[in-house]
């Protein structure tokens, strides 16, 4: 159903003026003998006259002619997409129409009047659903979007993308149409029924719509075409309508049996006539009375389907739905009726081309006048509403406040980072959030619903444009999608790899937790005793398990600063100090006086049980070849403060599942953690930002996280929390993220965390809406100015859409890029170390306890804290 840029208006107004000046020449030529100064004039002279005279005469209508293509040929349509809440007040609907009444007031407006109206169209998506849309010229557009302001709960989108059906066209020439123009039964002066808003007079024609799929090639179109009247003209249909009401109001003529049987007087008193009068003086004042804005109205019909016996079907179906409108008038189909044999319609073969003509166009011209005020019309000046209850209609989900001003986000932007699709009439908008006013996002909702992607797009785009961060990802999925885009060489140069997932290598960079000098060991022990904290789920009330473990690591803390390097403890060494008396006592004596008095007083008097969660824990990290490559050397090849310090990227991907998985992941969101909190000595412009995506936090969520997001982001911290339920944190921690966060954005959640996250957003959502989310559609609420904004939709963002597509062969270049970095070891190396590393440590602390006992610590003596150590052995 092509649009048709052809139109007969104006031409029979050409065609009569020439006729017109055709008719006067001849006149003139054949009365020539009775004027004088008309002698010797030939005729052929006044052809030019006659010309010039036509040429004139018709130039307003070939004006308006020109006008009105050119306006048919600019008008657009745009879908109206309600919230699931959408529920206007009747004034909101009346304010509307008034908007739209304005544009009766434009100067040279008659000139394409026929081609000015606003055409609400009710038709159907390809799943089958209603969908609302206006069409009105181009140069309408604004009048429109200022009109829709007082709805509350709307989107505009661009009709075609919203009908967009894959393979369109496919086998149309097969399809049958079905046509119909409903025009008043009476008199523009009778009253169609006003109908309320509850329920929504829309609701019977979306139940004739539901299930017409355009996919299938059915298609249905109820267009409701309104010409505002305004001024003079609303002034001059309200003087017509009165007269019309006078025509019918005054008594008839009296027939001869009423004028010889004196009846004349009796029948003015017939309570019956009395009563019509009556009526029909409340029908016109009910039209009248408020002043209600006036349309010229046209009403086109048109299905088409595979059939012609499912066509009529669902025309009949539409048909129907106009009955609630019936009151004082009516509306019915334009034909004749053939004693039930046929009907002479709109599908005549003489009507049909001007039918489609004006359906395909936008003309204005019905074959009735058809005055209707907008009390009349209310349904069909608003989109459905919540009072319609088939679930056949296109919804955008939560009532929600406009979209703040987002600036547009491109690649080049390195000042913003992308959130995502916010709704125009152009398809939509990629936005994004200002990079200075991001610190903390916080993004929840169920699995596959676009958390993960989000992130994934916003990360890379960050690290792409020069900061160091973090993807902590249990699965390894995302880390897949981000590679892709690391291939550039000054990128991957930066890039360090941990994957301990299924499939993952054995060689893994050495990250020594115990063999960083300088750095501060209280922060190593808070952080190491975090993770095995959050890993076995240690609470307040495991107080046993959670100060042994705190005086382990800072035994081995203590260690490492006396001992070489090269044989500085790891991870592994706990066991050994929980369970060799003999290495333990070569320990205590270089620890300080109140952890000698654990050791040697309270520890022996512990159960042998008491150690096993710990020795456990460890004894599983040391079952994985990749997990004893990460953590099995004494000298590090990698640290995360080095990380943040020299802005390197790192993917890790600490494996999905038990604990032994949490307790990498946390000992990763823990260590950079601490890490940035122990900036605190850098001079703040020194402190390179460095984003931290946390994928599943609620996997190593722990009585210390709360704090630590609370103080971490002024030292150069950003993060990004993921997770599907926000019950499933700690108190504490959903606290200090909610009160936090720069960002918040939610998808799909159960009715309990929907209920929980509509507080956190103001109130101002429905939570029953936060449960029917689709899929990569989210509610947010950003920061822009230093302000929160109100909640507003979203629609989740790609990596593809925000950064184009990725180089696979780039893929090649970065694993050369991280194998030629010098940071990972194998695991073969990493089990030879710890074959021998407790006797070592054992006879240097001998050696150490036999002449050095009582001296400073080699840390007294060290470097400040720093990773430059680290940073040389990674690069050499």
């Known amino acids: 159903m092509g649009p048709s840029r052809r139109t007969d208006d104006g031409w029979p107004i050409v065609l009569v003026v020439a006729a017109i000046v055709a008719l006067a020449a001849w006149h003139l030529l054949s009365e020539a003998h009775l004027h004088p100064h008309l002698d010797g004039v030939h005729p052929a002279s006044l052809i030019p006259f006659a010309l010039g005279a036509t040429a004139i005469a018709s ?108 393979g369109e066209g496919e086998g149309e020439s097969e399809l049958k149409t079905v046509r119909a123009e409903m025009v008043l039964a009476r008199p523009p002066s009778e009253p169609l029924a006003r109908l309320p808003l509850d329920p929504d007079p829309l609701t019977p024609f979306a139940a004739a719509l539901a299930g017409v799929r355009r996919d299938r090639g059915e298609v249905a179109e109820v267009n409701v075409d309104l010409l505002p009247a305004a001024g003079f003209r609303a002034a001059r249909l309200r003087r017509r309508m009165r007269r019309q009401a006078r025509r019918r109001n005054r008594e008839p003529g009296l027939s001869v049996a009423e004028v010889l049987g004196g009846e004349r007087q009796a029948r003015g008193r017939d309570p019956v006539d009395l009563l019509d009068r009556r009526m029909l003086g409340r029908a016109l004042e009910s039209k009248l009375r408020d002043g209600s804005t006036l349309f010229e109205a046209q009403i086109l019909l048109r299905v088409s ?41 709109s599908d005549l073969p003489g009507r049909r081309r001007r039918f489609d003509r004006r359906a395909e166009t936008g003309l204005f011209r019905p074959a009735r006048r058809a005055v209707v005020t907008a009390a009349e019309v209310i349904g069909f000046l608003k989109p459905p509403t919540l009072a319609c209850p088939v679930e056949a209609v296109l919804r955008s989900g939560a009532v929600l406040s406009p979209p703040p001003p987002l600036p547009e986000f491109s690649p080049e932007r390195q000042d913003l980072i992308p959130v995502g699709r916010i709704s125009a009439e152009g398809g939509g908008r990629l936005v994004g959030v200002r990079a200075e006013e991001s610190f903390f996002t916080y993004v929840a909702g169920r699995s596959r619903y676009g958390k993960t992607e989000a992130a994934i797009a916003m990360f ?15 699965h390894g999925d995302a880390l897949e999608r981000i590679r892709p885009y690391l291939g550039d060489p000054q990128v991957a140069g930066r890039v360090v790899e941990i994957d301990l997932g299924p499939g993952g290598p054995e060689s893994q960079p050495a990250w020594n937790l115990f063999g960083m000098r300088g750095a501060d060991p209280e922060a190593r022990v808070d952080a190491i005793v975090a993770a095995f904290a959050a890993a076995v789920g240690w609470g307040e009330q495991s107080t046993r398990a959670i100060n042994l473990t705190t005086q382990a690591a800072a035994a081995l803390a203590r260690v490492a ?96 599942g038990g604990p032994r998985e949490k307790l990498v992941a946390g000992l990763l969101a823990f260590d950079l953690l601490h890490a940035a909190r122990s900036r605190a000595a850098l001079d703040p412009e020194k402190r390179k930002r460095f984003v931290a995506v946390f994928d599943e936090v ?57 209920a929980l996250v509509a507080r956190e957003l103001g109130g101002g959502v429905d939570p029953a809406a936060l449960t029917r989310l689709r899929r990569y559609h989210f ?58 590393l407790d006797a070592r440590i054992l006879e240097a602390l001998e050696r150490l306890g036999e002449g050095e006992a009582g001296a400073p610590a080699p840390a007294q003596r060290g470097s400040p804290p720093s990773a430059l150590g680290v940073s040389r052995r990674r690069n050499g």
């Open 460 to 474: 890379t785009h960050l690290v792409r444009s020069g900061q160091g961060g973090l993807f902590l990802d249990p």
């Open 561 to 656: 600063e006396v001992v070489p390097e090269e044989i500085a403890p790891t991870i592994f060494q706990l066991p050994t100090l929980l369970t060799d008396e003999s290495w333990r006592e070569a320990v205590i004596p270089f620890l300080p006086a109140h952890a000698r008095g654990f050791w040697t007083d309270r520890f022996p008097l512990l159960s042998p049980e008491a150690v096993t969660p710990v020795t456990n824990l460890v004894d599983r990290l040391r079952t994985s070849r990749a997990t004893t490559a990460l953590f099995g050397q004494s000298e590090g090849t990698f640290s995360v403060r080095e990380a943040m310090d020299e802005g390197l990227i790192v993917l890790a991907c600490p494996g999905s």
């Open 779 to 836: 509610v947010a609420q950003v920061t822009e100015g230093g302000e929160l904004s109100a909640p507003f939709a979203l629609r989740g963002v790609r990596v593809e859409d925000g950064l184009g597509k990725g180089s696979p062969e780039a893929l090649a270049d970065l694993r050369i890029a991280v194998e030629a970095s010098g940071c990972r070891r194998k695991a073969v190396e990493a089990l030879a170390h710890q074959e021998t």
């Open 59 to 166: 130039a307003p209508a070939t004006h308006r002619i020109l006008a009105t293509r050119r306006t048919l040929a600019s008008r657009r349509a745009v879908a109206i997409v309600p919230a699931d809440g959408f529920a206007p007040r009747p004034e909101t609907v009346a304010a509307f129409a008034a908007g739209l009444a304005q544009a009766g007031h434009r100067v040279g407006g008659w000139t394409d009047r026929p081609a000015s109206a606003v055409r609400v169209r009710l038709t159907n998506d390809a799943s089958g659903r209603l969908v609302y849309v206006i069409e009105v010229p181009e140069r309408e557009l604004p009048r429109l979007r200022t009109a829709l302001r007082p709805y509350r709960g709307v989107e505009i989108k661009d009709a075609s993308e919203v009908l967009a059906v894959e």
């Open 305 to 345: 389907a595979p059939g012609k016996g499912r066509a009529k079907m669902l025309m009949a179906g539409i048909r129907d739905a106009f009955a609630r409108s019936a009151d004082r008038n009516y509306l019915r189909v334009r034909g004749i009726p053939l004693l039930g044999l046929d009907f002479l319609g």
């Open 698 to 754: 609620q996997s190593y969520d722990s009585e210390s996280l709360a704090a630590l997001l609370e103080q971490s982001a002024k030292f150069g911290l950003r993060g990004i929390f993921l997770n599907q339920d926000p019950e499933r944190l700690r108190p504490a921690t959903l606290h200090a993220l909610t009160t936090n966060r720069s960002h918040l954005l939610v998808s799909a959640l159960n009715s309990h965390a929907a």
